[in-house]
C-alpha cells in the first residue's frame, strides 16, 4: 500500500506517490487542470492504480502562516476529494516544497527546460516526503 500526494495548482497538480515501505517518496506524475472534475477524476484513477491508502494534499500557507488564496484552493480541492475518495484525505503544510524541488533537481544536474516540466512532481515528492519524515518520527518516538 502506497500513500500519494498532490501539490495542487491552478493549472497543474503535481503528483508523487510512496513506496510500499512508505519511507521514500518519488515523483509519479503531472495531471494538466482541464477543469476541477476531470482533475478529481485523474486523481482517482491514480488512487486506484497505485493502491493509495490515503492522499496527502500540499497546504501552501504563507510565510507567516497564515491561509492565502492558494490555501484556499487547495483546502477547496481536498474538501472535493474527500467527498469523492475512498480513503482518508489530509492536508499537509508545504511551505518552501517547490523551492526544495528545484534546488534538488538543479543539484541532480537536470536542465532548465526538463526541470519546468518535472517541478510539479517534485514538489509533490518532496511535500510526501516531509509528511512521511514526520510521521516515521512519531512511529519512532512511540505516538
Same mark, same amino acid.
Given at each position: 500500500m502506497s500513500i500519494l500526494a498532490l501539490d495542487v495548482g491552478t493549472r497543474r497538480i503535481g503528483v508523487a506517490v510512496s513506496g510500499p515501505s512508505n519511507l521514500l517518496a518519488r515523483s509519479l506524475t503531472v495531471i494538466r487542470v482541464r477543469n476541477r472534475q476531470k482533475s478529481l477524476e485523474a &486523481?482517482?484513477?491514480? &488512487?486506484?492504480?497505485?493502491?493509495a491508502t %490515503? &492522499?496527502?494534499v500540499g497546504y501552501p500557507?504563507?510565510?507567516?502562516g497564515t491561509v492565502? +488564496?492558494?490555501a484556499r484552493h487547495a483546502a477547496s480541492f481536498a474538501r472535493q476529494l474527500a467527498r469523492t475518495l475512498? &480513503?482518508?484525505v489530509q492536508l499537509w503544510d508545504e511551505r #518552501? %516544497?517547490?523551492a526544495q524541488a528545484q534546488q534538488a533537481l538543479i543539484e541532480a544536474g537536470v536542465p532548465r527546460q526538463a526541470r519546468k516540466a518535472r #517541478?510539479? !512532481?517534485? +514538489?509533490? !515528492? +518532496?511535500i510526501l516526503?516531509?509528511?512521511?519524515? %514526520?510521521?516515521? /518520527?512519531? /512511529?519512532? !518516538?512511540g505516538r
Amino acid at each position: 500500500m502506497s500513500i500519494l500526494a498532490l501539490d495542487v495548482g491552478t493549472r497543474r497538480i503535481g503528483v508523487a506517490v510512496s513506496g510500499p515501505s512508505n519511507l521514500l517518496a518519488r515523483s509519479l506524475t503531472v495531471i494538466r487542470v482541464r477543469n476541477r472534475q476531470k482533475s478529481l477524476e485523474a &486523481v482517482q484513477r491514480l &488512487v486506484e492504480q497505485e493502491k493509495a491508502t %490515503s &492522499v496527502i494534499v500540499g497546504y501552501p500557507l504563507l510565510m507567516d502562516g497564515t491561509v492565502g +488564496a492558494q490555501a484556499r484552493h487547495a483546502a477547496s480541492f481536498a474538501r472535493q476529494l474527500a467527498r469523492t475518495l475512498p &480513503v482518508p484525505v489530509q492536508l499537509w503544510d508545504e511551505r #518552501l %516544497s517547490t523551492a526544495q524541488a528545484q534546488q534538488a533537481l538543479i543539484e541532480a544536474g537536470v536542465p532548465r527546460q526538463a526541470r519546468k516540466a518535472r #517541478l510539479d !512532481a517534485a +514538489a509533490a !515528492a +518532496a511535500i510526501l516526503q516531509s509528511y512521511l519524515d %514526520s510521521d516515521q /518520527t512519531l /512511529t519512532a !518516538a512511540g505516538r
